[in-house]
């Protein structure tokens, strides 16, 4: 009998800092046991740039530009299941305490009011670069999300029930201790 | 004479005249859910968190006293989804970022969103501007996270007869003030040894210069759950006894 088919898994990061894709890494040598029943497509892991159709979408980091937008939507047209995964996908997080602050003044006070500057700084704007948007919001307020995983970052034994129950087809239970928000 | 008692989630609880159902139900090591409530003091009946059914009709257990074979309602579904909801929505309506919060591990909304198991904010968050006020040497108020169950203005007031916070506001615009002609606590006769000083629920009183002192993971609600606490609290006060 051939061996069931593996599950299609795409991750990546948005307003994020790649904490939850190290912490993904810290299960450790359960990594073989998951790449057993799973395959990745588009993830930092596999440098592939577009997602294509997958069982599950893992979203690191919040929504702070354009581009972000664009991922996440591309996500969300390809995953069955989208996951956010980490306090900026669940509520902003770090990069969301902007959010009080006018866009312009936070940019003035980087790129050119900041003391030690070099002469002639001005603001970043090469057509290339995303632009960002007014606040940062946590994913669930741009596309729907099926799951959620808190944790700044969530731990790897927290990633690893949870995908564990998913791919077993249950909805994913962390109970008392895996549940973090810090 | 034999105790009386009230049934609570099928399990007969005793109670003594005058108790509540939340008095009664902690010191029999049965958790309900609350936030405005503390032991040391009088309820308030604000939050709404520990709103259980009793005899059929919804009631909030820290103002409703126990009454003779009463049948509650406590951690069932249909309460806890309320519960949740009603925890969601304070965290949306503040700026609650437990990575970066002195009060994380120690603090009685996160312990109670875990032990509700509550995985997202679910609503569009408000993201509002409360600026801090670090004015006094010894305190920080951090407003950003504020949940307004005035128990520091309850026990400034009442305990440590000093009146020094206050709601003002309605509705959304509800938000907790310094009393004092500039607003700030520095120019208020606050002191760390106020009562108030220690009632916070969460992150917004401070004590300055000793962030992080404890680190995360050997706090307060690191180890166990806040309902598990409470179990074994009343076992060892019954040990004692
Ligand atoms: S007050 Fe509690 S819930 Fe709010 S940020 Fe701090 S630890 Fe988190
Ligand atoms: S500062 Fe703390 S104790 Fe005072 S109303 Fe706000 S949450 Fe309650
Ligand atoms: S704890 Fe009873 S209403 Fe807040």
Redesign the interface.
């Known amino acids: 009998m051939d061996a069931p088919r593996k599950l299609k898994v795409a991750t990546t990061s948005l307003a994020g800092c790649f904490g939850c894709h190290m912490s993904l890494l810290d299960i450790d040598e359960r990594l073989l046991d998951l790449l057993e029943i799973v395959e990745f497509d588009r993830s930092p892991l596999t440098d592939i740039k577009h997602c294509g159709h997958c069982d599950i979408g893992l979203i690191e980091g919040g929504v702070c530009n354009a581009e972000n937008v664009h991922v996440l939507r591309e996500f969300r047209a390809n995953c069955k299941i989208l996951v956010?995964v980490g306090?900026c996908a669940?509520?902003?997080?770090?990069p969301?305490?902007r959010?009080?602050l006018q866009l312009h003044e936070i940019l003035t006070a980087v790129y050119a009011t900041e003391a030690g500057l070099a002469s002639g700084v001005q603001i970043p704007n090469d057509p290339e670069l995303p632009l960002p948007l007014n606040?940062v919001?946590?994913i669930?307020?741009v596309v729907k999300?099926d799951?959620?995983?808190?944790g700044?970052p969530p731990s790897g034994d927290a990633i690893w029930k949870f995908l564990t129950d998913l791919v077993a087809g249950c909805s994913p239970?962390?109970g008392?201790g895996l549940?973090?928000?810090? | 004479m034999s105790q009386d008692t009230f049934l609570l989630d099928g399990e007969e609880i005793p109670f003594t005249r005058g108790q509540t159902i939340m008095e009664a139900a902690r010191a029999a090591g049965k958790f309900i859910p609350h936030l405005c409530w503390h032991p040391d003091f009088t309820g308030h009946g604000s939050c709404k968190l520990c709103t259980v059914k009793a005899n059929g009709h919804l009631n909030a257990a820290c103002v409703t006293a126990a009454r003779k074979d009463m049948t509650v309602e406590n951690r069932t579904p249909e309460l806890d989804d309320k519960r949740r909801t009603l925890l969601q929505l304070l965290f949306v309506e503040g700026n609650h970022f437990c990575p970066s919060c002195e009060k994380s591990g120690n603090c009685v909304l996160q312990a109670t969103a875990y032990e509700l198991d509550m995985m997202s904010p679910h609503f569009d968050h408000f993201f509002p501007d409360r600026p801090v006020d670090a004015s006094h040497p010894e305190v920080l108020l951090d407003f950003n996270r504020c949940i307004l169950c005035e128990l520091c203005v309850r026990v400034s007031r009442d305990i440590d007869h000093k009146n020094i916070f206050a709601l003002s506001g309605r509705g959304i615009a509800k938000h907790l003030v310094v009393n004092a002609e500039s607003g700030r606590l520095a120019d208020t006769d606050f002191s760390l040894d106020d009562k108030a000083a220690q009632v916070c629920p969460v992150g917004v009183i401070l004590t300055k210069k000793k962030g992080f002192s404890v680190p995360i993971g050997q706090r307060r609600f690191d180890a166990t759950s806040i309902a598990t606490q409470v179990t074994e609290a009343a076992a060892a006060a019954q040990e004692e006894v």
């Open positions: 956010a306090a669940v509520n902003g997080g770090l969301a305490q959010n009080h606040q919001h946590p669930h307020e999300v799951y959620f995983l808190p700044c239970h962390l008392y549940i973090r928000y810090d």
